[in-house]
C-alpha cells in the first residue's frame, strides 16, 4: 500500500506564471540597458574616429605646412612675384611645398617643389569632406595655379585624396565657420594659419559635435623686403641741391640685415646692386649703398632704392625729384 504525504511541497500555476512574467520584464530590461548601453558606445567610438580622422588630416597639413617652399624666382614686378601661400580663403589652401618623395628623372625641378591644396567639400548637407590635392611638374619653373576653385577640383591636379569626412563647419546660411583663418589679410604676409575642424558623425543627436584645431608657423616663409625711403634738402652746391636720401624706413618681415643701394635715372626694373663684388660694372646710374646716401640733384630725376635680403629678394621704391 503507497502512502502519500498530506501536505506536498510546491508552486501552483498562477505562482508559476507570475514568476515567468516577472522573470521576462526583469530580463527585458536589462537587454534594454545592455542595448542602450551598446548604442552609447557605438556612438561614442564613431564620435571618436571623427575626431581622429579630422586630428590626422590637420597633422598632415601641419607637416607639409613645416615644409613650405620659399618664394626663390627673383624679380622686381610684384604682380609677377612667387609666392608660397598661393591662395588662402576661409575654406581653400594653396602653398608650394618642398616635395618628400624622390626627384623623378630627368626633372629640372631641381628643388622638388610641389604645390599642395585643402579644402573643404559643402556639397553633402550635413557631412562636409576635406580634400588634399597635389600638383607636381618637372619644368624648371612651376605651372599656374589651376584656376577650378570646385573642391576637389579636376584636371591640374596629379592626385586627389579624402582626408576626413563628417565636417559640420557649414551646416547651413546661419551656420558657416571658417576652415582656415590666418595672421594677415594680405597673402605675401600670411606666416601663421589656424585651422579649425568641427565634426560631429551624429548631427541633431548627441552627442553634441567636437572641435579639432591646429595652428602652424610657416617657419619658411621668406617674405620680400619693402623698400621706402625719404629725401630731405640739407642744403645747395652751385645750382644744384644737395638731397640727404634715408632708406631707414625700409623693412625686414624677417629682421634680417638688408643690403642698400641708390640709383637715380636708372632703366625699369633697376639694374642689379653688387658693390661688394670687384667685378661688378656700375652702371651710370648708380650713386651710392648704404641706409642714407647724399646725392646733388636739380631738374627732375627719379631716385631709385633697392633693398635686398640675404636670401636674394629684393624690392625697389622710385620718387620723382622735382627742384
Partial sequence: MIRRDAHQAGFTLIEVLVAMSLSLVIFGVTVSVFGSLLRQDSVAIEHNEAQEGARLAMDRMARQLRNLASPNALTNVKENRPRAVERATAFDLVARVVDDGPLPPGSQNSTNIMRARWCLDTSVAGNGRIWHQVQRWKTSLPPGVPGDTAC??????DTTTLQTSNVVNVTGPSVIRPLFSYDSGNIEKVTRVHADVFVDPTPLR????????????????????AAAFT????????????????????SDAESQPLKYCWFVDPPSP????????????????????????????SGTHK???????????LDEESQTWTG
Fill in 152 to 157: 576637389p577640383g579636376s584636371g591640374a591636379w
Fill in 206 to 225: 548627441s552627442p553634441v559635435e567636437a572641435r579639432v584645431s591646429s595652428g602652424v608657423t610657416l617657419r619658411n616663409q621668406n617674405q620680400y623686403p
Fill in 231 to 250: 629725401m630731405t634738402v640739407i642744403g645747395t652746391s652751385g645750382t644744384s641741391k644737395i638731397v640727404r636720401l634715408d632708406g631707414s624706413a625700409s
Fill in 270 to 297: 633697376a639694374p642689379a646692386c653688387a658693390p661688394e663684388d670687384p667685378a661688378w660694372v656700375r652702371p651710370a646710374s648708380y650713386r651710392d649703398q648704404g641706409v642714407v646716401a647724399t646725392v646733388n640733384l
Fill in 303 to 313: 631716385v631709385v632704392l633697392t633693398v635686398e635680403d640675404p636670401a636674394g629678394l
